[in-house]
């Protein structure tokens, strides 16, 4: 089928665009240190907030901007767009630049995802194909998180900067050349005025309804997470020893760390499925993070530090991939594209604050405040979470979350005593 063929060649792009768009991020911290100096954690956090500000509002935007514009033709543009992005890094010399720079470079990147999951829905029209393609979207979105890291830290060992960023540059170029070997269709005009309506009800919805209230909180957690990691990471190791010209490397192993973490985490949540709900999963991740950040209070070394970052990646990935599947749930018969971009929409407003706040509060009043503040945040929104769920969650009591770990526990145990007394007695 045509249209099979044009989504496959269109979920190429992504993939491409979506790895290439996570290394780029990471490579922010390196230009931001070297820019800013002691002050790259407050830069870093700013642009990192104009990132997510930029997933907020780029959907709504681009429903009235792009709505006479021939969609196949504007994704080449947004390609070529984000690679010339790139290659200005490598010529930025003052805060100033690099802000303005990385606005064009996210907006694109915006503008990219809101306009691919208008093609998948119109290129995948049956509803349980729509079902998996989405799936298959979330998926490779959580493990951009997850493999950036690692492949930014073994490319850093091996090329420089400038090279660096050619390469990644060079990605988008290819991507823009797949979309356009796609011959992707023309979309007709939906109606600017219809996507506002329907983006602002999709975000009301984590508000209002019982089931996504719960996950709303727990985002909370994940921003809180998430922006200690990508704000603060260079200054950390930096802080933890004299590493001089070999920081930075070790900096993008701290990435790596997390990134790990992040896919011993998915591997966990296929584990844990088995045998805990997906609120007792999202709990028990949203658990590992706020324990990695108040461990982070107290200056640590290097080697405790790419501890801290495994669990919060994989307390992070524990926390998403199973809302992934409730907001699937949430959506029923129809506006899953809608309840999947407010989702998106609302953990992006989370973290302007989160990554805002994360490297403000280290560049003016020193890690350890950060730490402690943002732990903070991240055991409250826990415990909201937790209550909501308790008090008034959709599918009955939630006392049964402490059973199921009790259960769980007691399972893991009996194993052990399988393995210790042999086969004989199993």
């Known amino acids: 089928m045509p249209e099979s063929r044009q989504y496959a060649r269109l979920f190429q792009a992504k993939v491409l665009t979506l790895l290439a768009t996570g290394i780029a991020s990471v490579e922010l911290s390196v230009i931001a240190v070297n820019i800013a100096g002691p002050d790259a954690s407050a830069l870093l956090g700013t642009a990192l907030a104009l990132k997510a500000l930029c997933f907020v509002v780029a959907p709504l935007l681009m429903a009235a901007v792009v709505e006479h514009l021939p969609r196949g033709r504007s994704l080449i543009a947004i390609d070529l767009l984000r690679a010339a992005a790139v290659l200005g890094l490598i010529f930025v010399s003052s805060e100033l630049s690099f802000l303005a720079v990385i606005a064009v470079f996210l907006a694109a990147s915006a503008a990219f995802k809101v306009t691919y999951l208008e093609y998948v829905a119109h290129l995948v029209p049956d509803r349980d194909e729509f079902a998996t393609a989405m799936s298959k979207s979330r998926i490779i979105d959580e493990l951009e998180g997850a493999i950036s890291p690692l492949l930014a830290a073994a490319l850093l060992f091996l090329l420089p900067m400038d090279l660096f960023l050619v390469l990644t540059a060079l990605a988008f170029v290819v991507s823009a050349l797949r979309t356009g070997m796609a011959r992707l269709p023309d979309l007709g005009r939906s109606g600017a005025d219809y996507h506002w309506r329907r983006s602002f009800a999709g975000i009301a919805r984590f508000h209002s309804d019982a089931t996504l209230r719960p996950v709303t909180w727990l985002m909370v957690a994940v921003a809180a997470g998430t922006a200690m990691v990508m704000t603060n990471t260079p200054a950390l190791v930096e802080a933890a020893g004299d590493f001089e010209a070999s920081a930075i490397a070790l ?30 999963t999202m709990l028990a991740g949203a658990i590992l993070i706020t324990t990695g950040l108040f461990g982070g209070i107290p200056q640590q070394s290097f080697v405790v530090l790419v501890l801290l970052w495994f ?86 009591e939630l006392n049964g979350i402490a059973e199921e770990y009790r259960v769980l526990w007691s399972w893991i145990q009996t194993k052990q005593l399988h393995r210790r007394t042999g086969p004989e007695d199993g």
């Not at 989160?354 to 055991?379: D, H």
């Open 311 to 396: 669990l919060i990646g994989a307390g992070v990935t524990l926390v998403q991939t199973p809302a992934a599947a409730i907001i699937r749930r949430s959506a029923g018969e129809h506006g899953l594209l809608t309840l999947y971009g407010a989702g998106w929409s609302v953990q992006s407003l989370i973290l302007v604050f989160g990554f805002a706040l994360a490297g403000w509060l280290a560049a003016q009043s020193g890690a350890s405040t950060a730490f402690l503040v943002l732990a903070a945040l991240s055991a409250g929104a826990t415990t909201i979470a937790w209550r909501v769920w308790r008090t008034g969650g959709p599918e009955g």
């Open 251 to 280: 900096a993008f192993g701290a990435f790596g760390a997390f990134g790990v973490g992040a896919v011993v985490g998915a591997i966990a949540v296929v584990w844990l499925g088995r045998h805990l709900s997906e609120r007792a």
